[in-house]
């Protein structure tokens, strides 16, 4: 059994910059792909970034494409966001998405593509 756990998620300014974890409680990230999804108030989850099974593949939303960066540690087991460059309007709860498939699935379909969730850390961009 998968059980990502999120970490990281707070308060910050406009413009500056957040560090998210990902970290499994159960078994190994390492067969997986893993990535990250928000979902601000009144709006649907959203894809953000994905990361291979080897760490070699990334994809981006475009929105964040540029600023935000995701990186993975086997050895430590945990899945890394950094976002920089933060603007009020991704105020949302973030959550760490683990799929057994290709890490394009998640960015090409979205929620269906993932199998396993995280209960979400809250990230507020205060303007």
């Known amino acids: 059994q998968v059980r990502p756990v999120e970490s990281g998620g707070g308060l910050v300014q406009a413009g500056g910059a957040l560090r998210l974890s990902c970290s499994e409680s159960?078994?190994?990230?390492?067969?997986?792909?893993v990535g990250w999804f928000r979902e601000a108030p009144g709006k649907e989850r959203e894809f953000v970034a994905v990361?291979?099974?080897?760490?070699?593949?990334?994809y981006y939303a475009d929105s964040v494409s540029g600023r935000f960066n995701i990186s993975r540690d086997n050895a430590k087991n945990t899945v890394y966001l950094q976002m920089n460059s933060l603007i009020p309007e991704e105020t949302a709860v973030y959550y760490c998405?683990?799929?057994?498939?290709?890490?394009?699935?998640?960015?090409?379909?979205?929620?269906?593509?993932?199998?396993?969730w995280g209960k979400g850390t809250l990230v507020t961009v205060s303007s």
């Open positions: 998405a683990v799929s057994g498939g290709p890490a394009r699935r998640q960015r090409d379909d979205g929620t269906r593509a993932v199998d396993y």
């Open positions: 159960g078994d190994t990230f390492a067969g997986y792909s």
């Open positions: 990361v291979s099974r080897s760490g070699l593949i990334t």
